[in-house]
C-alpha cells in the first residue's frame, strides 16, 4: 500500500535561507507525486508534481522538488526563503495507478523570520 | 482556471443536526472528493465520486454521506452531527483523462474549505 512520511511538522528558517521539508513515500507501484502548499484560512493550491519524466521537477514560487527512487524521496526545496513562503506544504502520492485517490502526509508548517 | 467553490467558509451546529456542506466546480471534472484535515492528521479522505450517483467510501465515512445528482455538485452530509465531527472540510475536483482511459497525473483542485464547529 502507498504511505506518505514528511518528517518534521514544523520547520523554521531564516528569510533568504534554504528551505528543505523532506518527503518519503512508499508505492508498490511507480508513484505520482504532489506537493501542495496551504496558506492560512484556504484551501489547497499545487506547487508540483512528477511526472516520471525528469526527475527534478519545478514548480511555482520558486520551489523544486527532486524525485530520488533509491531513496524513495520527493524532498521540496527553495534557494531563498521569502516571509510570504510561510505556510503548510503536504506530500502526496496517488493510491494507486487506476485511481485518482491522494494519500496525504501529515504536513510540515513552514515559518520564515526576519 | 479551475474554480471550486464550497458553499459556506464558516458553519456553527448543533450536535443531532442534520448538516450539508456544497461544493461546486466549474470545470466539468469527472471526479470530486470530500476531505477532513485535523492538526497533526494531514487531510483524510471520507468520500470520493467518479460519476453521476456514483460515490466510494474513502477511509474515514462513518457518520457521512454523500450526494452526487449533477456532475458539477458533491454534497457532504452529516447525518447527526456530533462534537467529534467539529473540523475543517475540503472539496476537491480532478479530471480523468478520457483518450488515455486510465488516470494520469492530473492534479486534485481545492476548494477553500468550511470550517465546521459542532457545539
Known amino acids: 500500500a502507498q504511505s506518505v512520511t514528511q518528517l518534521g511538522s514544523h520547520v523554521s528558517v531564516s528569510e533568504g535561507a534554504l528551505v528543505l521539508l523532506r518527503c518519503n513515500y512508499s508505492?508498490?507501484?511507480?508513484?505520482?507525486l504532489f506537493w501542495y502548499v496551504q496558506y492560512p484560512n484556504q484551501g489547497l493550491q499545487l506547487l508540483l508534481k512528477?511526472?516520471?519524466?525528469?526527475?527534478l521537477v519545478k514548480g511555482i514560487n520558486g520551489f523544486e522538488a527532486e524525485f530520488k527512487k533509491s531513496e524513495t524521496s520527493f524532498h521540496l526545496t527553495k534557494p531563498s526563503a521569502h516571509m510570504s513562503d510561510a505556510a503548510e506544504y503536504f506530500c502526496?502520492?496517488?493510491?494507486?495507478?487506476?485511481?485518482?485517490?491522494?494519500?496525504f502526509g501529515t504536513g510540515t508548517r513552514l515559518q520564515v523570520f526576519p | 482556471d479551475v474554480k471550486v467553490t464550497q458553499s459556506s467558509r464558516y458553519l456553527v451546529k448543533r450536535t443531532g443536526e442534520k448538516v450539508f456542506l456544497e461544493c461546486v466546480q466549474d470545470?466539468?471534472?469527472?471526479?470530486m472528493f470530500w476531505y477532513r484535515q485535523d492538526p497533526g492528521l494531514g487531510l483524510r479522505l471520507i468520500y470520493f465520486?467518479?460519476?453521476?450517483?456514483?460515490?466510494e467510501k474513502g477511509d474515514i465515512p462513518e457518520g457521512y454521506s454523500v450526494s452526487r445528482e449533477k456532475k458539477e455538485r458533491f454534497s457532504l452530509i452529516l447525518e447527526s452531527a456530533s462534537t467529534n465531527q467539529t473540523s475543517m472540510y475540503l472539496c476537491?475536483?480532478?479530471?480523468?483523462?478520457?483518450?488515455?482511459?486510465?488516470?494520469?497525473?492530473?492534479?486534485?483542485?481545492f476548494g477553500d474549505g468550511t470550517r465546521l464547529s459542532i457545539l
Open positions: 502526496a502520492v496517488r493510491q494507486s495507478y487506476n485511481t485518482d485517490k491522494l494519500i
Open positions: 470545470m466539468d471534472h469527472e471526479n
Open positions: 465520486s467518479y460519476d453521476v450517483k456514483m460515490k
Open positions: 512528477y511526472t516520471s519524466a525528469a526527475t
Open positions: 508505492s508498490s507501484v511507480p508513484p505520482y
Open positions: 476537491a475536483s480532478s479530471a480523468w483523462e478520457r483518450y488515455a482511459e486510465v488516470y494520469s497525473n492530473q492534479p486534485q483542485h
